[in-house]
């Protein structure tokens, strides 16, 4: 039972690329969750899925997208990366209430 | 999302005091969570209130949901150095957590 997986945990984008952060969950949880954390705040809603196939938008959602076909799966598409996007990004998956986050990609666009 | 605010941002205490941390709300919640965040780690759950009034305890650590449902509380008693990290309150709605900003606490041994 691994939990929470995220790949990768670091990467460098230059302005302008695209990239996928992976996020799978072996715990059967509906609810999934992509969370970005900038130093010394605290975690911002992305976007979440309720269950495969529904995703919604959270409090911070531009230049971002999520796709949730499987249960296990919610990878997070980053498309023309900007400097504003660097942070560490947190996906967490839960059944009903007590989040499991996985530990996270350190992202920095240069 | 509903806002959550925490107060103190930085706590910095001598090992072996007690602390406490406050999270408030301009509404009433129906749930309060608290995570935990070591330095360089991810958060970790904690624990959850749901009820006015509710204490629970953790070891050193009690949590405590107000009567209105505004506000909440984590107090730690003789602070260890495994107690150092960032803890978050973090508010339920529509199976959405609002997370307040934490509070980081360093420890002097």
């Known amino acids: 039972n691994a939990g929470v997986t995220q790949t990768p945990k670091f990467r460098i984008l230059k302005i302008g690329q695209s990239m996928t952060l992976q996020c799978a969950q072996d715990m059967n949880h509906n609810y999934m969750y992509w969370y970005r954390q900038d130093p010394g705040m605290g975690l911002k809603l992305i976007y979440y899925?309720?269950?495969?196939?529904?995703?919604d938008k959270g409090e911070v959602p531009n230049g971002y997208n999520v796709s949730r076909s499987t249960t296990e799966d919610f990878p997070l598409r980053l498309e023309l990366a900007a400097p504003s996007q660097t942070s560490v990004y947190f996906c967490?998956?839960?059944?009903?209430?007590?989040?499991?986050f996985g530990s996270g990609t350190r992202l920095t666009v240069v | 999302g509903q806002q959550v605010m925490q107060i103190p941002q930085y706590q910095h205490v001598q090992e072996g005091e007690d602390f406490t941390t406050y999270c408030n709300s301009s509404t009433t919640l129906s749930n309060i969570q608290w995570y935990k965040q070591r330095p360089g780690g991810h958060p970790v759950f904690l624990i959850q209130?749901?009820?006015?009034?509710e204490v629970k305890k953790q070891k050193r650590l009690t949590f405590q949901f107000g009567e209105a449902k505004k506000n909440s509380s984590l107090h730690i008693t003789a602070t260890q150095t495994t107690d150092v990290g960032t803890y978050f309150c973090a508010a339920l709605n529509d199976y959405k957590l609002s997370f307040g900003a934490g509070t980081t606490v360093t420890v002097r041994a």
């Open positions: 899925s309720v269950g495969a196939g529904i995703t």
């Open positions: 967490a998956s839960s059944p009903n209430y007590g989040y499991t």
């Open positions: 209130l749901v009820k006015s009034g």
